[in-house]
């Protein structure tokens, strides 16, 4: 008899998510054409499970429920049961999110939901308990109650259901009343509702738990300058950055000993996190940082952003390149390594601390990262007692003598080595094709202002990755993603296009390497044949070709990813401006027009829209640098300060060079500027007018010098 343990059909998967329940006792199926038609065969309702590889209670419900051997029976029995890793399928993901969303006021992950055997979903939630507890059903009595349901009248469930899933399309799919115009408005009610949100005292936004929201700073970044940084208005915003970044890099949510961010914390002080680190939490909270650094020249944003792309570039990046997903919020216990706990890479205890460190080492420590002997958690924070007696370190006291200062370096080096030698949380090596083109992004932009080519290297490097890997040249379309050498079999998204070309952009204005710029125009071109909404505006997320999903949705916010269409308008205005390409301009405007509803309903729930409508509303600078034997002090100009709204293309004097023919088959007004006499010379464009040809660098710098 083998010893083999029993596997179910997720074996053979290449999500590590879907791996990890590949030996339960369920009879999990992959989402696609065989299990929907098993339950349509079987008249049988799905349970559909979704979640992803480094979320702790999806953790915690496959141990209660998925390795149950009773509760598995009763869901085999009843039910065809579907796992979804929801960064592999965003499509199947914002779907039923939004139906529990929808029903229940509320989602997350574990999502759970049962689906007629057409997919129309009829109950929706998240983490079930395992047994019936303070008045909340238990999973099994729930897996009862709808297996009963459906048996006693299912087409009742189906006319339901349908009704549901019909209002919920009409809400979501309804053009927008409002024909009037966007304007300055709608950006001044953005900005008025973030001042409203924003945490006095605390930094971030909301007072609750605490997410580092890098988009709502990308655009308090934006109205700054536009508003002149110490204006009033300016200098209000720049307090809402620095207030929220400075909570973070000294806040809890930071890996001060490995570098890198968690997802978010329980609390409102940036203390207690949920210990997941996410790649693009990662990459969109590096460009903030360099940003505000490049405004105030202070030079603790620019050691946070370093210390965080340092973290991705030695743990969280392939040999090859690409960057993997996640690393995950459990870990094996220290003390008991059979058994995982949320933290436990992260988190100490003060006993270990004294027998790692000397009395005058641990006394710097412990004050410099708020070590407290009975562990400095609050139990509100931990209503599972998973942290008590634990210390999550913050950085509560600096050392304020250079005494000090080496004894606490010596002091984390020692605590660091000492954490290398605990088991590592699990690792999501799968390369998404969309977050890697957000590092990308941070990568190329962080470079120049923070001094360091190792980034430009490593962006060109995944880019190469990208394109060996994820790309078809024969129909210029991505796949979704990759691992352990095999690209998956799903197509790519709206947001793998649109975070790509993002990467592209940025990685071009780091390099002028057109052949950047020439990859970003060709996936512009199929994201728009694919997903682009002619009629109303806007890109869905899906192309229209499948059939197995009930609902064709667009994305019209940015939480913790920008949406598709924020960034798909951000990029076209780019491209627009760099191309001279006035269709490409139309569509942004057109996508921006889509968000009317959101803009004016919701003023920051879509911040990176507002950006746009900014840009829209006071058009974006091109800054043409012609030369004849290139312009490195003029592009450092450029390439040295947050310039929002400013995009820069070179063009070399020779007539052969590549950068040259590029532009000249694009735009006729850009390939007819030159140096002047051999000198580089700029260009400063806004619209179809430009200013007069600039020759020193000097003069440069203050032309483009955000206003103060």
């Known amino acids: 008899m083998s010893d083999a343990p029993h596997t179910n059909r997720l074996a053979t998967e290449t999500s590590p998510y879907l791996q990890q329940h590949a030996t339960n006792p369920v009879d999990w199926l992959p989402w696609g054409d065989e299990a929907l038609e098993k339950a349509k065969r079987e008249n049988k309702p799905i349970f559909l499970s979704i979640g ?13 429920s998925f390795a149950n051997a009773q509760t598995a029976k009763l869901m085999n ?20 999110m939004t139906y529990v969303q929808a029903t229940t006021g509320r989602g997350g992950w574990p999502m759970s939901v049962f689906l007629t055997p057409e997919g129309t979903p009829f109950v929706g ?11 909340r059903p238990g999973f099994p009595r729930i897996l009862s109650s709808i297996a009963e349901m459906w048996e006693k009248d299912a087409e009742k469930v189906r006319t339901s259901a349908e009704d549901t899933m019909r209002q919920i399309q009409q809400i979501l799919l309804a053009p927008s009343d409002d024909k009037s115009p966007l304007t300055a408005a709608q950006v001044d009610a953005s900005f008025d509702t973030f001042a409203t949100q924003y945490d006095q005292q605390h930094g971030g936004f909301g007072s609750y738990q605490k997410f580092p929201r890098p988009v709502a700073l990308e655009f308090l970044l934006n109205e700054a300058v536009r508003s002149g940084v110490d204006s009033g208005k300016g ?24 570098g890198g961010i968690h997802r978010y914390t329980v609390d409102e002080i940036w203390h207690v996190p949920h210990f997941e680190k996410m790649l693009y939490d990662q990459a969109l909270v590096v460009p903030p940082m360099v940003a505000t650094f490049q405004l105030t ?49 992260y988190t100490w205890s003060h006993i270990e601390i004294d027998e790692l460190l000397t009395l005058e080492q641990a006394r710097v420590f412990n004050a410099a990262l708020g070590i407290e002997r009975g562990g400095n958690v609050n139990p509100a924070s931990d209503p599972h007692n998973e942290l008590r007696g634990l ?10 003598t250079d005494a000090d200062r080496q004894l606490l370096s010596e002091a984390l080096e020692i605590i660091t080595k000492a954490r290398n030698e605990r088991p590592r949380p699990h690792l999501d090596d799968k390369v998404l094709t969309s977050w890697n083109g957000l590092m990308i992004a941070a990568l190329a932009g962080a470079a120049h202002p923070l001094g360091d080519n190792r980034y430009l290297a490593a962006a060109h490097k995944a880019a190469a990755f990208i394109k060996a890997n994820l790309y078809d040249p024969s129909g210029k379309t991505l796949i979704r993603s990759w691992r352990n050498g095999q690209p998956s079999s799903t197509r790519g998204f709206a947001d793998d296009y649109a975070f790509l070309i993002h990467g592209l952009i940025e990685l071009y204005q780091a390099d002028f390497d057109t052949q950047w710029l020439e990859w970003a125009i060709d996936l512009q071109q199929t994201q728009i044949a694919l997903f682009h909404d002619a009629k109303h505006g806007g890109f869905f997320n899906t192309e229209a070709t499948d059939e197995k999903l009930i609902l064709r949705m667009k994305n019209d916010t940015d939480n913790a990813e920008p949406s598709a269409g924020s960034l798909s308008a951000l990029n076209l205005q780019r491209l627009a401006a760099m191309l001279d390409h006035e269709e490409w301009g139309d569509i942004a405007e057109e996508t921006i027009a889509s968000f009317t509803k959101n803009l004016t ?36 100009a450029v390439r040295d300060q947050f310039l929002p709204g400013t995009t820069t293309i070179q063009i070399p004097d020779a007539e052969g060079s590549s950068a040259r023919r590029f532009f000249t088959t694009r735009s006729e007004r850009y390939a007819a500027m030159h140096s002047t006499n051999g000198t580089a010379t700029a260009f400063l464009c806004r619209g179809k007018t430009c200013e007069p040809p600039i020759t020193c660098t000097d003069e440069l710098k203050a032309k483009l010098a955000p206003a103060t």
């Open 52 to 64: 992803y590889s480094t979320c702790h209670w999806c953790h915690v419900m496959a141990r209660e």
């Open 77 to 96: 029995q009843h039910f065809v049961n579907i796992k979804v890793d929801r960064e592999e399928r965003p499509d199947v993901d914002s779907i039923y």
């Open 125 to 135: 939630g998240t983490y079930f308990p395992p047994q019936d507890s303070q008045g």
């Open 235 to 258: 200098a209000r915003a720049m307090s809402m950055v620095t207030g929220t970044l400075d909570a973070i890099a000294t806040g809890g949510i930071t890996d001060h000993l490995g």
């Open 297 to 345: 020249g202070n030079p603790r944003y620019a050691d946070h952003a370093r210390a965080t792309l340092d973290y991705v570039l030695r743990d969280m990046t392939h040999e090859d390149g690409g960057f993997f997903s996640a690393e995950d919020a459990e870990s094996p216990l220290p003390e008991n390594p059979s058994e995982k706990g949320e933290g436990a890479f």
């Open 391 to 400: 210390n999550v370190p913050f950085l509560a006291n600096p050392p304020q």
């Open 601 to 636: 309903q919701a003023p920051s729930a879509a911040p990176l829209m507002a950006v746009a409508l900014a840009h829209q509303i006071d058009g974006l600078q091109t800054v043409v640098l012609a030369a004849a034997d290139g312009a490195d002090a003029m592009a450092a």
